[in-house]
């Protein structure tokens, strides 16, 4: 069974200050895992992808994620964060397997403060 | 290149009648997916379909909704007798192929059932 944990619903940063989300993942095959952003009353946009190759993800905007396979951990961070990241934050699970149903985390709420 | 286009933004309804939600997936992808996201929640997997073919259809409810998506035009998510909880967010999402491609995500269509 896959299945994703996002351990806070809420984080709130100072503008400027590092961004941490935390996510946890269980899945029988090998994992592929995205982080998507959701701004109010928007679509959903991809900001990294892992899928086996380097550990260490590069995404848009500044993010980036590690995948640990020891922890089933894959965290989005942001050295510093920026008002325009307050949205909603997805880590999502897939599989190399075939598997195409995506798994979604019930997300993180990101609140910048002035 | 467009990107999935979804239609209406925004739909309401009244109790027992019927939602048509449409996709048209980015050019040059064969595959779509919805997914559906009740309030405060993630998104959860419906149904998954090649043209003229549902691939996976485990996430979709067992009575009143169906999804198609016909050699021609674009893909629709049809909700029959609407009842209230049905109100939701229903995403579209389409990729070029299967497996471990990214899922490019459409803006949404937000149903209300009052």
Known sequence: ?114 | NAGVMQNPRHLVRRRGQEARLRCSPMKGHSHVYWYRQLPEEGLKFMVYLQKENIIDESGMPKERFSAEFPKEGPSILRIQQVVRGDSAAYFCASSPKSGVETQYFGPGTRLLVL
Not at chain 1, 12 to 32: A, F, I, K, M, Q
Not at chain 1, 57 to 63: A, E, H, L, T, W
């Open chain 1, 1 to 114: 069974a896959q299945s994703v944990t996002q351990l806070d619903s809420h984080v709130s940063v100072s503008e400027g200050t590092p961004v941490l989300l935390r996510c946890n993942y269980s899945s029988s095959y090998s994992p592929s895992l995205f982080w998507y952003v959701q701004h109010p009353n928007k679509g959903l946009q991809l900001l990294l992808k892992y899928t086996s190759a380097a550990t260490l993800v590069k995404g848009i905007n500044g993010f980036e994620a590690e995948f640990k396979k020891s922890e089933t951990s894959f965290h989005l961070t942001k050295p510093s964060a920026h008002m325009s990241d307050a949205a909603e934050y997805f880590c999502v699970l897939g599989s190399n397997f075939g598997n195409e149903k995506l798994t979604f985390g019930t997300g993180t709420r990101l609140t910048i403060i002035p």
